[in-house]
């Protein structure tokens, strides 16, 4: 009995295995780079515009809009989400019911959570995660930073470590930072807050 239900289930995998190959293939056949097909899971809808680049490991569910130019790192997940033309994904990047512009750059290591909408000209840089924010063109958070319910106008610079302290222990707040305001290393945001336009911020505060 155990013998025969290895079975059933090895067939079941080696069908879903080569459902998962045929995906593949098709994407390749219409022109998208795909570093291994072994090695690429599409488990919703994929659709890709020119130039297209997929290394290995990446998992893709929901429905996922890649468009022209755009290069996906080794063992990043999309779901349910958009990405911009000329942007690239780090490694070990999650994107979720997130949508990010033009010619920006995230990870590696990047989370980017639902409700997030990046514009385009962003840097997102290694463990950064971003929950329910909206980030205009030309921002940088790069390094170790977290940014939820936030709304970032252009040219924003976060350095690292900054976080924004959205809940008060009973509801959420909103944090909102003016175009070209720098916020230095270590800051903790209090929410509700406004940063006015092109405010320095010092480390540590």
Known sequence: MEQNRFSEVKLIAERARE????KAYQLMAAGVVVYDPHRLDIR????CGKGVEIDINVIIEGCVVLEDDVK????SILKDCRIGRGTVINP???IENASVGNNCHVGPYGRLRPGTNIKNDVQIGNFVEIKNSNISSKSRINHLAFVGDADLA???TLGAGVITCNHDGIGVNRTKIEMGAYVGSGCNLVAPLTINTNSTIASGS
């Open 19 to 22: 459902q998962l190959l045929e």
């Open 44 to 47: 919703g809808d994929l659709s």
């Open 72 to 75: 996906i790192g080794a063992s």
């Open 92 to 94: 070990f990047s999650l």
């Open 154 to 156: 252009e040219q924003v």
